[in-house]
């Protein structure tokens, strides 16, 4: 008879884990950014990603960092497992080198480029702990005829299902110019080479210009609303360059934020100066980690510019929390910046969540579902970045793109930037009323002054316009033609919507004018319809 | 061999500057071309590239790439250290594979009516159908204005009959059909030479000597000789190499050729390797018997150049030539990171 113990711990396969992170990475970005994670842990100074563009058919990813000790990926491959991670071990939060925060958790992340290729080659050129150099090199394959279907080893419920191989494993001589760990691959899928390529049709491929610069003018294009404009191509380098550990692309002290936008009391604010402070100390940070992303020649960086688009109003607001949640600390700091209009590219509006310096699935245009302001306009007006320094890692998902939304320090963060928001949120509507006031007030002024110039050109100088509130049951427009004046009675309303009101007003102007400056009938329906085509033009 | 430090290797660049480079210059003039087409198996610091580009031969485009310029490569490695040097500048795709497969792939069962954009579960024929896909792809780039042939393996090892090189040096001259002559680049080791490319060396000189008197005359005068092993070794391998290899390639598929220059130099392993420059043009159905006579009497005459190892570190000229491509190049990657 089978028993069960009372108690129980409960385990996860590792080939649940392989199966989930062959496929698990929302976009080509996000695969590769699984990869730069493991050479920033890896504490090395570049990682160099190539795709053979325009071609797409060989894929690499090399970094100078501490590589793959043998005994790791024996461990890895043969016997713990995928999934078996080791870098936290003995609660080590920072890396040996440069001190950076370890990102990887699982150690899954390397099978990320299973996502874009079947079969690839890895090389590692590493220093062992007793001193001694060492190197070798693999081929992993993911699929072949002799590896069995995984869908069909699923539905017949087989326990180990076999879902790679590994084979031509070998040691190598050390080579200290290949130090670090490389992963290359001809045997790239079809569906990533198709997807770039269609992004790089020949009038594309005429003007591509990879100077950084040059990038950077192309992402803030202002014929572009959203990045999927520039294609997929494009979009995966912006993509990465967003999520990953990186510092903002600043050429002149003027990004993310520019200064010069702001008026001089706005930033002599507290909270500005904080803001501002916070930006330029992660800036610091990011470049003392001394890490770099160079992907088919172009060094990443994350391009955010603040404000865009001109004559908005520009607002900076801090964010900080330090406080114990669920007997666990919780920290992050961050900034909101908002403006009297959309934000572009449309990718930068929202909220990005940072953790260990990492994006985690991008802008959140939803603001972790703040429900005051769905799908308005000004919602599009505001983003920010948020840096989760300790906490909230229980609560990412395996994909390392979402969150638990029930995790008890998502909810603290989402409680604190929702409450945050509604200052935001009130702040701009203000701003966004009054400027609407404004440009109200304005229109109405031009507009004054045009029927003033019409009237007076139309009938020949014999009047001149006036506007003023009349008592009650005056009509809409007076005429003394002694004293040369028509008065047009802002007090009378004769129907309640303003548009049809408006133009109840200047049909009667029109009349009038005509009337008591045209001798014969047919001068009158003349200028009658001359003066309605005038006012109207102005009007309308 | 291929970890040669090529940024300091400089009887190579003798090579390159005193033979390739007023070669290609010249063909610039003749041909009247604002750029070049090039073809090229250059070793991981990309050289070549930059030297044509640094002296206008290669010009870059409005979105400062250099167009029609293809690098094949073999090894998984070296053609990634390429990508990172020659990219972006470079607007085509590195071509990564062994240029003998790729130019000579003959579909098979496997592959026979498959197109390369097919999923396929099997690996092997995955492997196959890439380079179908990459022999497509590099057929499509011909005809180039310089082929430069600086392939890994030895044209004289091992023999001519099973030589891939020179099975792939025939197949380039058939691929340039479309063009009445470009210039051809052809580098090979002359260290450890197989008996059988030896043998073939001999017999075809020999039969040089017999068939033309032409030759036999210009030997007696200028070597004082017609004994092929009477011969100094780099001029007899020479004569032999322009003979046997690129002249022979040539015939075969209609072409002629004029040499412009053969350079032997010196690794500093103290290993040879030989570098022929060739105009190569279009001939007549009946090959012009004469302008073969001629092309092997000015071998004979003026050819090879040497540039030991030695000589090599103090030639200051060369020295700083490479050098100032060195600077270049590194002057174009720091350029994108702007």
Redesign the interface.
Known sequence: MNTIEQNGIIRVDATTIAQLSLGLYRSTATAFKELVNNAYDADATVV?I?T???????I?C?DDGTGMPLDQFRRFFKDEGIGSCIKRKGGKDTTNIYKRPIIGRLGIGMLAIGQLC??F?I?SHYKEESGEYKAYRVTI?L???TIPDREESIRNQEKDIEFARWEDFEEIDYDET?KGF?I?S??VR?TFR?EMRSSIGKKE?????????DLHSEFYDKSKISIRDCKPYLETIWELAILCPLPYYD?KGEYPINLVSFTSEEQESDEFKQAIQFIRDRQSRFLKDNFRV?F????LQRHIQFPTGKEVIPKLYFIEFNDTVADLHLKFSGYLFAQTNAVRPLELNGVQIRLRGVGIGGYDSTFLKYYKEIETIRSRWVSGEIFVDQGLEQALNIDRDSFNEHDEHFKALQSFLHEKLNTVFDKINAIARERSEERRNKKDEKIKKSMQTIVVKESKGKFKLLQRDLKEGTPIVVVNEDKGKIILNTAARPLKKKKADMIIRAVELAYQIAKHTAKTDEERDNLFSQLIKEIFTELI | MRDIDYDKYYAKHCARYYGWLPAIEKYKVEFNRRSLKYFTLCARQAIDVFMLEIEKLLLRDESKRLPNVVICEKDKNVALEILNLVRPPLKEAVIQGALEDILLFQDDNRTRGISPDTYVRNREIRDRLRIKMLSERLKMFFPFDIINFDPYGNFLNPDLNRNKLYQSLRKIFELQEQVSAFLLLVTTPIFDIHPDSDSQLRIDFESNVSKHKKIHDVLLSSVHTIAYDEIKNKKRIAIGFAKSIVLAAAKSTGWNCEHQGIYVYQNEHGNRFLSSVAKVYKTHVSLDESAYVEDIIRIIKDMPEYYSYKDSLKNKEVIEHLEKIKKYRKEVKNEYRK
């Open positions: 160099r190539d053979n563009y325009p071609e797409f058919d060989f690499s090399v079947h079969s080659q090389e394959i699929l072949d005829d290949k490389r290359y001809t045997d079809l198709h491929h005429e003007r591509l210009s990879f100077s950084l610069s050429k160079v088919d020649g172009i060094d």
